[in-house]
């Protein structure tokens, strides 16, 4: 073996402001060991490398005589023999085993990359890979919010502005399942949706499926939001720390033991009941408009929310992988009023928490077959009192519950039988039990509506992937038993990707989903008015197994910077249940069962230069509901359609420094008109949801620049500045009425409104 090094100085200028990266030297080298060839580059570049012996024993290089910087060099040179290497800081740099192949992998299965901005990606299976730790700037957001990013999609709007209430095609918010770990969550924002409750901080990657879903999800027909966290063991002690206006976080991940055991943690709490921010009070305005807190005026209201999670990765050997994973996510209200001259008060109290347990373990048996075998615990409690006293005494209490205990077991094997095909089998098992009471209590406890129910679920499911340079196909069933209903249900997925040119694609999806849990509109409208959704189950008699189909058929275009995906679709739900409208009808009060079917069209266009991304998104979605015993049993515009919707982003980043700007419009929500002014309780309606609001439309910045604190040390930082609804805009979200639900019950219009404009800053710390 020889080794070959010619070397020609082309330019130093010591005691310059270059850096040592901007050193370019010509280098050569010819089947020479990589020891020899690191010890060249140390002497050569002036820098230090950090490795195990075993990592490149037997491995040899050639490179042609070329002029290169040090990072064009390592760069080749991991290329050649799969190794990365990872900066320490400007002279120390470690080599550790590379990710390039699961890199390439992946890419292969990448349609679009860089969607909406870097760290989204589509891929062949129809799905969207959001990786947290990656994403750029999105307008209106200085860090990543979750549910915020999935809103940037065609096809997902949030019709009453927050955060967490996504409608995605034409599917009620309760119909898309989130799942962290593997867990099922039912609590999935702060301050009452207008805040993700994952912390972006701790999530390694998130998938978001519309169309074509995977068989291994079950149980939610719209959409599915898998949340995952990191799943490597850590190689070196990470920390964060940030604080906005509204909160602050940490995160911190340690290597326990070394190669084997790591553990990540962080933590996020608001800090409005110490400091309330211009920010917070905005929020709060926009949250509790129409509610006891913003109509009294000698009341004292203290929130907080806070949420943590712990993960623990165990490896024992290279085929064995274990995982723990615990979440705790908590929000807290305490509202109270007083009525100091007839010596009378009341008193809110609202506490919200999801907790969830995780244990998995990875095994891969060879380089052909591989298992997962899960479980897990989810924990949800809704607790709500409305509390009355007089002269220190308390004379009533309004009580409200909602607990939901749901367990399961999943175990999957994935068999990898060549480059083309591969298959998964796998069989899941769930527990769920969810009871919800509202009582009053005054003399006596008046139980005003309750409900336990219990439902065991045996699912059997089979996912076959094939890969070709024509066409790919993933196609999977779902078979759902369910022990309680007597029920059986099939579910069959389908994704096709056809080449149709050489960047061009055609893409076809249909699937068949129930779901067996969702949320109701209380029966008893409570004086804080903002919890009154309850979860519960299907009883397969009122409220019945829900069921969704859905087609949807589309081109995917990628090529020089520019990137266009248009889809068609067309979804019908049966077994849907709504309350009886009761300002229409005072003498209905109870749930009627419909269907819904909607048609709609999504639109993306990109195009990426070298320092600017424009991207502008069009949805157009018709949705139309029908219930037994409504409007004639005849169909009728629903209240969550948003006909067309527009979103546009400018950015544009430089170094380290990010800059974006972008614009959202969307038709107004549809609601029902009065043609009386209610006075002494004269109302008239003609049909339901026949008029529309009006447009509504707002603008929003954001900008972010990441430094170093110094040249030498490793501790970074990361400051951002965005303002959201530039041009304070008030748009009207909604119309609802209230009241003739007994006599001389008067009807209220309640009118709800956008929020102002709202800035936010961002100082992040990264050791």
Known sequence: MKLLFQFCFIWFIPFTVFSQEEAVFSVEFSEAKIATVLMFIEETYNVKFSYQDNLIDTQTITLIQKKRTLDELLNEISALIKIDFERLDDRYIFLKKSTIAEESLHLKEVVINGYLTKGISKKKNATFEISPRKLEILPGLTEPDIFESIQQFPGVVSPNETATGLIVRGGLSDQNRIIWDGINMYHSGHLFGMISAFNPNITEKVIFYNKGTNPKFGERISSVIDISTKTKLSKKVEAEFGINAINFDAYLSIPIIEDKLSMQISCRRSYEDKFETSTFR?????????????????????????????????????????????????????HVFEDLTLNKSNENILDTENEGYSISWNKKWNTKVSHQTQAFLSKYRLNYNFITTENLVQISDFDKRNNIYDSGLSSEVQINMNEKDNLSLGYQYTLKDISFEIKETADLVYILDRDKTIINTHSLYSNYTYRNPIIDIDGGIRLNYYKELNAFRVEPRIVINKDLLRNLKLQITGELKNQIVSQIEETVLSNLSLENKLWRLADGDKFPIINSKQVSAGFLYSNNGWSIDIDHYYKKIKGITT????????????????????????????????????????????????????????????????????????????????????????????????????????????????????????????????FNFSKKGTT???????????YNRKSHL??????????????????????????????????
Not at 305 to 333: C, E, G, R, T, W
Not at 742 to 763: E, H, Q, V, Y
């Open 716 to 726: 970074r930082g990361k400051i951002g500045f965005s303002i959201r609804n530039i």
């Open 734 to 767: 909604s119309r609802e009425y209230t009241g003739n639900n007994a006599i001389n019950d008067p009807i209220t219009a309640i009118d709800k409104f956008s929020l102002g404009i709202t800035p936010n800053f961002l100082f992040r710390v990264y050791w």
């Open 282 to 334: 905005n929020l709060e305005e926009k949250v509790f408009q129409h509610t006891a807190i913003n109509e009294t005026t000698n009341s004292d209201e203290k929130f907080k929310f806070k949420d943590y999670n712990l993960k623990l990765n165990y490896q024992p050997n290279k085929k064995n992988m274990f995982a723990l994973s615990v979440i705790h996510i908590d929000n807290d209200l305490e």
């Open 579 to 706: 309350l009886s409208i009761g300002y229409l009808n005072p003498e209905d009060s109870r749930f009627h069962v419909g269907n819904q079917k909607v048609f709609g069209t999504d639109f993306y266009l990109e195009k990426e230069f070298k320092k600017i991304k424009a991207w502008v998104s069009y949805s157009y979605t018709d949705v139309k509901n029908k219930f037994e015993g409504l409007n004639n049993n005849k169909y009728f515009t629903s209240s969550i359609e948003i006909k067309h919707a527009i979103s546009a982003s400018l950015s544009y980043k430089v170094k380290q420094l990010q800059l974006a700007l972008g614009w959202k419009w969307q038709s107004g929500r549809p609601y029902t008109e009065s043609l009386s002014d209610f006075e002494d309780n004269d109302f008239d309606f003609e049909g339901i949801n026949t008029e529309k609001l009006k447009n509504y439309h707002r603008l929003d910045f954001s900008s972010t620049y990441k």
